[in-house]
């Protein structure tokens, strides 16, 4: 049973940073694909960054790109979301996603993908 588990979630204004943790557990990660998704009160889930299985490509909304980053760590089997230059828009629950073996990782539908976190708070204030 993969284990997912999302941290760093937390409180800041406008214009902050934010750097999320997703740690996998009774799994390893590396040659699968891994996404970030958010979801704001009332909003439905919606995909924010990806990469891809090697670490080789990463994806990113257009309402992300050029400040936030996507990254991973496979020897600490660890998948990064830093967030600069927050809005409140940024405001959600991040999810952490686990995607397919040697996939992209681009996938904005969230049924593409195997298993997910609990989630983890994010809230800016303006």
């Known amino acids: 049973q993969v284990q997912l588990v999302e941290s760093g979630g937390g409180s800041v204004q406008a214009g902050g940073s934010l750097r999320l943790s997703c740690a996998a557990s009774e799994f390893t990660f590396s040659s699968y694909a891994m996404a970030w998704f958010r979801q704001a009160p009332g909003k439905e889930r919606e995909f924010v960054a990806g990469?891809?299985?090697?670490?080789?490509?990463?994806y990113y909304a257009d309402s992300v790109k050029g400040r936030f980053a996507i990254s991973r760590d496979d020897a600490e089997n660890t998948v990064y979301l830093q967030m600069n230059s927050l809005k409140p828009e940024d405001t959600a629950v991040y999810y952490c996603?686990?995607?397919?073996?040697?996939?992209?990782?681009?996938?904005?539908?969230?049924?593409?993908?195997?298993?997910w976190g609990q989630g983890t708070h994010v809230t800016v204030s303006s």
């Open positions: 996603l686990l995607g397919g073996r040697y996939h992209s990782g681009s996938s904005y539908n969230p049924s593409d993908y195997l298993s």
């Open positions: 990469v891809n299985w090697s670490g080789a490509r990463t």
